[in-house]
């Protein structure tokens, strides 16, 4: 059950280009599950909450559990959360969102995250290893500075690719052009039977047309800007089908962040027009970074 | 005339409680006067597009009327809006008086439902395709085709744009055409960025939807007024309490925050009696909630 609580900032680290909040958020970690996230209040005149990923959440402490959220600062709201301080004060909702559903028996799973949106999938490896999933991992980002957490990654996964689009580490390319590959398998000695995808929509829906070909099963986390992350305001709603194709809409908040790739119509939502010319509500990351 | 009665005086306003559900986690709904989404015959979508940015102190939003039609409702969220105990007032909005007449006919004796609320504040009615009821005869002739169809006893709320210079003649011919009261508020016509017509809401429109309760609160004291716009501390609360209005809306200020309805005091003081003061112009000691 999602709480509403004013979260106390206990840490603010530089991870590259993003940064690393240490939240102390009584009753929010409790129900997190991996691809779950908080939306966070940001400064007094803005309005719309900023949906962040929850990376990590850890046990007791002096202050009960706590949450990390991996923050990119971009947009106004972004920068303003990136630079708060230990002590600082956040009113923010969460748990909230569908989190990814884990297979029921040890199989290999894939997961491609990129950018700041491969935050859950670190709590998702682990989860899954936990189940004895052998996880293979691929980060992908822009450059070295907005990769995120590669040595985790690889203490986590059996192997990871790295890709960034201007070659400073790994493959050079972008993640969407690497998937189709890998999703046909073999990595570490077995064709994943999953694929969970956290990214662009350019990478989701690759993702999606991959695992599609060679009839995998495929989880796509999509984060467009959730302005109130509880289902209310219906700005996040996606373009998705049913089993028998019969049209109808999500909210990326509520129905999601994580969908069956299968369902999600991504003809539809490439077709929905790009936000206004001032940049005031393009498609964003779950950290909202456009915003 | 028909009482307007209310559990409490801040009411979760038309379209921003989502079914209901969505609140649950957060409040009791228990006694929680709530405004459903405005219900058209047919379900409505937004097509495609950005349908909210942010603006100071702001949110602009795409106000097509988007829902899944009165027959869903009735089916699905009523009843379970019912069963939880929410006082539900029921929006309406439609293309033409006809639509209006059949909203009212199907809505009216559903079972559980408190009063209808006419929205007749839609910010681009005919981008939309909904009935313009900006002119004062129209609004008052879909008051007139929904109090005809529901039973004499319920009440009719008539929501008004935030337009001070037709506010006070709207609210008196559609309180003339047999509306109970009326919900001075709703969103000011704006655009988005790309020039789309949308609404403005939240604390930026909150000095506009205060004078406009005060205007309509002078000129028509005998009429209910319940304000809305921007409504998100219980200082906004008493201001707009203080100009006369007998209950607030809130809807903005849920999105960010779903437990605000508890801050606002919603039902901390049910003695309180739900009524204007006297007179409303004169300065009122400030009350704690």
Redesign the interface.
Known sequence: ????VVAEVLANRRAGAHRVLTLAAPGVAEGFRPGMFV?V?VGP?????RPMWVHRVRGSGTHGATLEVVVEPRGTGSRWLGDRAPGDRL?L?GPLGRAFALPREPVACLLVGEGVAAAPLLALAERLRERSCAVTMVVAADDEAHLLATLEARRLARAVTVVTADGSVGTRGRAEHVVADLVAGPVAGSAPAVVYASGSPALLRAVARAAEAHDVSAQVAVAP?M??G??????C?VPVQDAAGQPS?ARAC?EGPALRADRVNWG?LA???P????G??RVAGADGVD? | MTALRLPSPVVVAAGCGGSGRELAPYLDLDGLPLVSRSLTLDARGDGPGPRLEEAPSGLVHLAGARNRGVAAFLADDLPWLVRAGAWVHVSLVGATLGEYAELARRVGRAPGVRGVEVNLAVPDPRGSGLFDAREPFHAASVVSAVRREVPRDLPVLAKLRPDVSRVVESARAVADAGATGVVVGGPVPAALADGTPAGLCGPAVRPVALRCVHEVCRALPDVPVVGSGGIAEPADVRAFRAAGAVAVQVGTALLHDPTVLDRLGRGADPQRPVRRPDHPHTPHPQEEP
């Open positions: 059950m999602p709480v509403h939306a209040t005149a803005q309005l719309a909450r009113p909702t800007a302005p109130c509880t289902g209310l305001c219906g700005a709603e809409w509520h539809a077709d929905r027009r936000g206004g010319g001032t005031a509500a915003w």
